[in-house]
């Protein structure tokens, strides 16, 4: 099975800074990579996929990089809606598995 | 828009077996492949399994002999039934649509396993 492990594990920001987000893979994904969002009581909701692809209606401040083993999501300006738990999910190698998340909460 | 509603018993006995239907609007579960996905408590995301309109199926290795899903074209649903529960199957149940990254989900049902 493919480990995701995601970093950091809670990330302290301020609206209107910048947020990195990694996730590392124990094995190549190629760039077969999605990152969601999720909020209390809501499902996930995809925000990139193919590493780096952006999904319908995302805004732009939202962008993905990497390949291979080495992921990034990068959140150009916090605005307050984008505070939640981030997951990064590998579709290269089933069992398809996500990472454990990442909560960006407010600083 | 496609809209995908999890529905059933919200509570199942030990050793039992916790059946789930995923009820699709919106568009038709043909030519997609359709997961079911789960959160316990506590816990990340899990893949249970993945099933084609044909029948294909795909399950969670960690799961494989608990794990049955099935599709029902005339219903336009998909099916989830996971048997000998225990307290670790407590969670919440999401189906989603898509065989990889997954764009629609539906809310989610939360299965609490407890005599």
């Known amino acids: 099975e493919t480990v995701m492990t995601q970093s950091p594990g809670t990330l302290s920001l301020s609206p209107g800074e910048r947020a990195t987000l990694s996730c590392r893979a124990s094995?190549?994904?190629?760039?077969?990579l999605a990152w969601y969002q999720q909020k209390p009581g809501q499902a996930p909701r995809l925000l990139i996929y193919?590493?780096?692809t952006r999904a319908a209606s995302i805004a732009d401040r939202f962008s993905g990089s990497g390949s291979g083993t080495e992921f990034t999501l990068t959140i150009s300006s916090l605005q307050s809606e984008d505070f939640a738990v981030y997951y990064c999910?590998?579709?290269?190698?089933?069992?398809?598995?996500f990472g454990q998340g990442t909560k960006l909460e407010i600083k | 828009q496609v809209q995908l509603q999890e529905s059933g018993p919200g509570l199942v006995k030990p050793s039992e077996t916790l059946s789930l239907t995923c009820t699709v609007s919106?568009?038709?579960?043909?030519?997609?492949?359709w997961t079911w996905i789960r959160r316990p408590a506590g816990k990340g995301l899990e893949c249970i399994g993945r099933?084609?309109?044909?029948?294909?199926?795909d399950y969670n290795p960690s799961l494989k002999s608990r794990v049955t899903m099935s599709v029902d074209t005339s219903k336009n649903q998909v099916s989830l039934k996971l048997s000998s529960v225990t307290a670790a199957d407590t969670a919440v149940y999401y189906c989603?649509?898509?065989?990889?990254?997954?764009?629609?989900w539906g809310l989610g049902t939360l299965v609490t396993v407890s005599s």
């Open positions: 919106g568009a038709s579960i043909r030519s997609y492949y």
């Open positions: 999910q590998q579709y290269n190698n089933w069992p398809y598995t």
């Open positions: 094995q190549s994904l190629g760039h077969n």
């Open positions: 989603a649509r898509g065989g990889g990254s997954y764009r629609d």
């Open positions: 099933i084609s309109t044909g029948g294909d199926t």
């Open positions: 193919a590493a780096s």
